[in-house]
């Protein structure tokens, strides 16, 4: 296990860091990102999707679950999936949206927000991504990047 620890002071570094991450990044990884509402997942996420050219707009699944993105790597167009779990509270609901299935498609990259709310079948991710904010300054985030 292996991890590297960032600080970021504003939005932008926090998208450019997620970018510059992405680039380790291959068909099939997990991702999971922890940290509390507004921590900066999404923007992070929206980092490692501008490495990845997707046009659709990244915004937080928190309604619909689950995201699906067209990215290219070497010019080929590939699947990433971008989950929200927050507001996932059984088995079954992960079942209605398909979750398992999407964790183990084999060609797709997928970043799960709120992963502790699937404990028990997340079994393993490549990379965790956690972010904290900090209470005196607004904008200052801590990111911890852990190679799994
Ligand atoms: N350093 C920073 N990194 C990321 N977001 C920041 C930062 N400073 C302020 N913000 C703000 O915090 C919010 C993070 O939102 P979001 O990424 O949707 O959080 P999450 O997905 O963790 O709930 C955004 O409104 C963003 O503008
Ligand atoms: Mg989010």
């Known amino acids: 296990m292996e991890t590297e620890t960032f600080t970021t002071h504003n939005e932008e570094e926090t998208i450019k860091l997620g970018e510059k991450f992405a680039s380790v990044l291959i068909k099939g990884d997990v991702v999971l990102f922890y ?15 501008r490495h990845f050219k997707v046009d659709e707009i990244v915004t937080s699944p ?5 995201n699906q993105y067209s990215g290219l790597i070497d010019n080929q167009e590939f699947t990433i999936y971008h989950v ?19 964790l183990f ?21 490549n990379y965790t991504v956690k972010i904290k904010a900090d209470f005196d300054d607004e904008t200052e985030r801590l990111i911890e990047i852990i190679k799994n």
């Open 84 to 102: 929200d779990l927050y507001r996932i509270k059984t088995k079954d609901e992960l079942d209605e949206i398909g979750f398992e299935d999407c």
């Open 35 to 49: 940290g509390d509402l507004g921590a900066g997942k999404t923007e992070f996420i929206k980092g490692i999707c």
């Open 105 to 125: 498609s084999p060609d797709a990259i997928k970043l799960v927000e709120w992963a502790e709310n699937a404990n028990g079948i997340v079994k393993f991710s």
């Open 62 to 66: 928190t309604f619909t679950i689950m």
